[in-house]
């Protein structure tokens, strides 16, 4: 049977600066392409600041000045990071893993619904809208009677000659009051949420204790 690929798993204390980020998952890249470094999967927070993927829309930019804004170069539109979101960057070789890219972002979203059942939580995802959901019976409808949804995760993926980089990042605690300054991921109406949020005492330590009780990919 064919042995899976060995996975580095890293963790950074503190918030890494977004561009510092960027640089080390370009070099990382590079290195797994070229045979000289391991997989691997970062987990870190980030200042609060805003990206932009390829397919942002300037309109969902409602407050340009609010946090820095940066070109992320991945897929999908306008996000927030900041503290209290854990952050995960997924660089593994898909040329090993079957170069089916689908199938990958279907094994990303799989991941995050895995870790929320960790805390009895039942995320969704839905076509036409990227990242995980959660319906929320509690809250008012919207205008023409759709039930309420909110967003705990986002999932923004790229990859380069079949590594990946970027990939999800989950809500523990932030200050949701920050993605008021976009449209998150361009849809209208929706909220946003976190595991807080929703009254669960989850800590950052509890949620990276779930992403690698089940992760996919080691």
């Keep these: 049977m064919r ?3 060995m996975v580095e798993w890293t963790y950074s204390d503190g918030l ?3 561009p510092d980020a960027l640089a ?3 070099a990382q890249v590079a290195e797994i392409r070229a045979g000289t470094a391991p ?3 970062w987990l870190l927070e980030h200042p609060p600041l805003y990206t932009a993927g390829t397919s942002a829309n300037r309109d969902d930019l409602l407050e340009p000045d609010r946090f820095p804004v940066y070109e992320a170069r991945r897929g999908g539109e ?3 990071h900041g ?3 854990r952050v995960v960057y997924v660089m593994v070789d898909l040329d090993k893993r079957g170069r089916d890219v689908r199938c990958f972002v279907r094994d990303l979203e799989k991941w995050v619904i895995e870790t929320l059942a960790e805390f009895n939580l039942s ?3 839905r076509p036409g809208r990227v990242g995980v959901w959660l319906p929320r019976p509690d809250k008012p409808a919207l205008p023409d009677g759709t039930p309420r949804e909110d967003k705990i995760a986002a999932i923004g993926l ?3 000659k079949w590594v990946s980089f970027h990939g999800i990042s989950i809500n523990v605690e932030p200050d949701l009051s920050h993605f008021e300054g976009i449209v998150p991921c361009g849809i209208q109406g929706h909220g946003v949420t976190s595991l807080v949020d929703l009254g669960l005492p989850v800590t950052m330590d509890d949620v990276d204790a779930a992403l690698r009780k089940t992760c996919p990919f080691t």
Excluded: N, S
């Design 39 to 41: 997989e691997r999967i």
């Design 78 to 80: 306008y996000t927030y």
């Design 123 to 125: 995320g969704e995802i």
């Design 158 to 160: 790229r990859v380069r």
């Design 24 to 26: 080390q998952m370009e």
């Design 16 to 18: 890494v600066p977004y």
């Design 83 to 85: 503290p209290g979101q």
């Design 3 to 5: 042995a899976r690929p």
